[in-house]
């Protein structure tokens, strides 16, 4: 293999889910058939690197500024969901589950990592809050240590605003049996439980 596909290879292998051999196998089927694989992949990145820009209100990836998610009227302007990264934001959509607006975090608390307080986003939250329209903001945030840590904190700068602030619930999954899920997931199970 010449240098060009060596350094593709080497470029694919840094995306998420893909090693050297899923890379390898990627290159070679964009090289078999370039104009309708490759240049094509290549066209839609040069765009997306062109166009999509983070929102300024809430951090989100898209296009346009506001996202098109802010920017949606129809949307309850009341309730902020606050999560981690954009990847969080897309799995919600996804979902279809949330009907509010969202703010991207941009990371959790880690003083392994040496994430503090100043590197998260959380003046354009509180920005957003003063303006008056929101009254909850849900913290869906990993059950993590530092997904914990974050949202304690998070609940501490949050209370002063008069907001009222809730978490997702955690626990059993859905099709998830007892005997198989860690100690952990329990307990939060049995504290985060609700009357039905």
Request: aromatic content about 2%.
């Amino acid at each position: 293999m010449g240098p060009e596909v060596d350094h593709l290879i080497s470029l694919l292998s840094k995306l998420p889910g893909m090693g050297p051999r899923s890379a390898r196998r990627a290159a070679l089927k964009m090289l078999q058939q370039p104009q309708s694989r490759m240049l094509p992949l290549a066209a839609a990145l040069a765009e997306a690197a062109r166009a999509v820009r983070p929102c300024a209100d809430c951090g989100n990836l898209d296009s346009q500024d506001p996202c098109s998610i802010c920017a949606d009227r129809q949307r309850d302007r009341s309730v902020i969901c606050v999560v981690e990264g954009v990847g969080d934001l897309w799995a919600l959509e996804r979902a279809r589950v949330h009907h509010g607006l969202y703010h991207v975090l941009g990371g959790t608390l880690s003083a392994l990592s040496g994430v503090g307080p100043e590197d998260l986003a959380l003046p354009g939250l509180l920005t957003r809050i003063a303006e008056g329209d929101v009254t909850e903001v849900i913290l869906a945030l990993g059950a993590t240590v530092e997904g914990a840590a974050t949202a304690h904190w998070l609940t501490d700068q949050l209370r002063p605003t008069g907001v009222r602030v809730t978490r997702v619930g955690q626990g059993v999954p859905m099709g998830g049996a007892l005997d198989v899920l860690d100690d952990g997931t329990l307990a939060a199970a049995l504290r985060t439980r609700s009357a039905t």
